[in-house]
């Protein structure tokens, strides 16, 4: 479980029992979210014959929060509100339709609150630890709503930040270096390039619902503009080439068959190698071939075909003639295919031929 200090180091990874004693502890898992949350920051610290107007607003909703975990001293506070059937997604694949009505209530919670100081960029990953000292609990609701309960109550059309669900720092960069290596050779030096950089930088902020300050946008700024510049040749790496307008999932479909062709070539190579070995001292089976080599007893079992038609043909007679054919040699049938296919075999001795013509 992640959790920090307000104000000390970055968060950790720390055990259950040492994270309790935090000021701020992880309300959800990596990839299953049970607890929907806003974070309040409005400055209001309590009184004892005044009532919050945070809690009032909360109080009043149609869908009060189960939890309200606020500082005793500056009166910011989270509100959760805990869901029934927790929802699970991957971050790495596309959002299936409760993921996508999840953030959407996250958002339009946070919209729903922004007047009394919503965070609306804040993404829920801690929150303020319900046992600790500081931070005073009260519960409005105990039984746990279903997903469902939030539509007609909130308005499920407002995005949080327009970051495509990545963190507004993360699209910032993205983009910037999207930019940056397009336009990189319209420039003959760093600082123009990097004060154009600057400008595409201040628009993107702009596009945000909640623009970045200003020191992050110079920040990224510089480090996209000095990578781009002295490091980036604009050439893609690898041994494949491919055409610029390949899509990413074809490059990696490519890639992927060029990978697996390797690994058979030379699976295939090792088995040839051990299978020559051991035909040289006697008959040689799948096992010990697997044993020589290295290779799965199940590897051998699928190439078996292949490492016995491309290494030596054994005549009924005992004469061995070293061929390299292309043609799989199995069985009597194979061998006449065989030899009508690469007539350039020599096969000279009077058993061949007695062999071939019956």
């Not at 309040?40 to 909703?61: M, N, Q």
Request: hydrophobic share 35%; net charge positive; charged share 25%.
């Amino acid at each position: 479980m992640y959790c920090d200090n307000k104000g000390g180091p970055p968060p950790r990874q720390r055990s259950k029992r040492v994270a309790l004693q935090y000021e701020r502890i992880q309300a959800n898992g990596p990839r299953k979210v049970r607890y929907l949350t806003v974070d309040i920051d409005l400055l209001h610290p309590p009184h004892e014959d005044v009532a919050h107007p945070v809690i009032l607003e909360l109080y009043d909703f149609a869908l009060p929060p189960n939890l309200i975990i606020m500082d005793r001293e500056t009166g910011k506070m989270h509100a959760l509100w805990e869901l029934d059937n927790p929802v699970w997604f991957d971050p790495n694949k596309p959002w299936p339709r409760p993921v996508k009505l999840l953030k959407a209530v996250q958002s339009g919670l946070a919209k729903e609150f922004r007047h009394v100081g919503a965070d609306r960029s804040s993404n829920g990953f801690l929150v303020k630890n319900p046992f600790h000292p500081r931070h005073e609990v009260q519960s409005l609701r105990e039984q746990p709503y279903r997903l469902s309960d939030f539509v007609g109550h909130i308005d499920l059309s407002y995005s949080t930040v327009n970051d495509d669900g990545q963190g507004r720092n993360r699209s910032l960069f993205n983009a910037l270096v999207r930019w940056a290596k397009i336009h990189r050779d319209e420039f003959s030096d760093l600082g123009r390039f990097e004060m154009a950089l600057l400008g595409e930088a201040h628009d993107l902020n702009q596009q945000f619902d909640v623009a970045l300050p200003q020191a992050e946008v110079r920040s990224t700024t510089r480090s996209v503009a000095r990578y781009v510049w002295t490091r980036w040749d604009g050439r893609r790496r690898g041994v494949l080439t491919f055409d610029p307008a390949c899509s990413i999932g074809e490059r990696q479909r490519q890639g992927g068959l060029h990978v697996s062709n390797l690994r058979r070539t030379r699976t295939v190579d090792r088995l040839n190698a051990a299978y020559i070995a051991l035909s040289a001292t006697g008959a040689c089976t799948q096992q010990a071939l697997a044993d020589a080599s290295g290779v799965s007893l199940r590897s051998v079992k699928r190439y078996w075909h292949v490492v016995v038609g491309s290494a030596t043909v054994k005549v009924a007679t005992g004469v061995r003639e070293n061929v390299t054919p292309q043609y799989q040699v199995r069985s009597l049938r194979s061998l006449r295919a065989y030899v009508r296919h690469d007539p350039t075999v020599l096969w000279q001795s009077q058993e061949s031929d007695a062999l071939l013509a019956a």
